[in-house]
């Protein structure tokens, strides 16, 4: 088990004045059976009202208007968290069981269907049901899916954006852990197991002492349905431990990401983004 504090601080630098935006931030965690959050802060500046609710799928939401004159927005997140390893347990259940559970339950199925964003090439899907049709059980399909995902992709930061589709990374076999992501979802998908996208920080620093921040940066891998929901990280070829913090769940990119929002103001803005996360214990 590990304590890690992690700051994630971001927002917008504007040319000009903006007159208002309207935003969401998904920046803080929640308490699960693996996590446990021991404080989370929000602060944003200009300072304005923040209304906080958990959203369909389950991840902390703050919504809030700045109607005031403004050509900076400032977000940070502030959380300390008690996180311990999840090791895959896979779950004695046949595809024909796992078939006859996923259309159970809404949670299931929509988590079978594609988005525009998880929609795998047609090398993708041939390589899952190549590797499915060599397991009884999709647990271990899924794993050995995802392991193979991670190692067809090379992790190179800046070579895609938020818009890139799995479809593209696949093609340049090249992305960061979003799209690693999103390649490894259409490929479950594709073969008929239930996965979700899940969004959150991940130490990047084994090693690191106790009280030492380590410069960090937003993190993604999936979770696939095989009788139970067991957690993957594609893009480091590693279960989930207790370096992964958890912020939020959804289909894709798109449910869960850490900043969204609109303006009236200059056409133009530059993004700043900068997460730290220290080890306490």
Not at 26 to 39: A, K, Y
Not at 99 to 121: D, F, M, N, W, Y
Request: one cysteine or more.
């Amino acid at each position: 088990m590990k304590r890690l504090r992690i700051e994630h601080s971001t927002g917008y630098s504007y040319q000009g004045d903006v007159t208002a935006s309207y935003n969401e931030a998904r920046m803080l965690p929640n308490s699960t059976d693996s996590q446990f959050v021991l404080s989370s802060s929000l602060d944003i500046e200009p300072s304005t009202s923040v209304n906080q609710y958990v959203d369909y799928f389950g991840t902390r939401v703050a919504a809030f208007d700045v109607l005031s004159a403004h050509d900076d927005l400032r977000i940070t997140a502030r959380s300390l968290v008690e996180v311990r390893p999840r090791p895959l347990e896979h779950v004695d259940i046949s595809w024909e069981a796992l078939e006859r559970e996923a259309l159970r339950s809404i949670e299931t199925v929509e988590q079978l269907t594609q988005t525009g964003r998880t929609k795998p090439h047609a090398e993708v899907v041939q390589l899952a049901k190549a590797i499915a049709a060599k397991h009884d059980q999709p647990g271990p399909a899924a794993h050995e899916i995802s392991e193979a995902i991670g190692d067809a992709v090379k992790y190179v930061f800046g070579v895609t954006g938020v818009q890139t589709t799995a479809q593209d990374a696949w093609e340049a076999r090249e992305g960061v852990c979003q799209d690693i992501a999103h390649i490894t979802l259409g490929a479950l998908r594709s073969v008929g197991i239930p996965a979700r996208y899940v969004s959150g920080y991940l130490h990047p620093r084994p090693s690191a002492e106790v009280g030492e921040a380590v410069p960090g940066e937003s993190h993604s891998w999936v979770e696939w349905f095989a009788g139970e929901w067991q957690g993957f990280d594609p893009t480091n070829n590693i279960e989930i431990g207790d370096r992964h913090v958890l912020v939020g769940r959804g289909r894709d990119y798109g449910d869960v990401p850490p900043l969204r929002g609109v303006y009236a103001g200059p056409f133009k803005s530059a993004l700043h983004v900068k997460v730290t996360i220290t080890r306490e214990a």
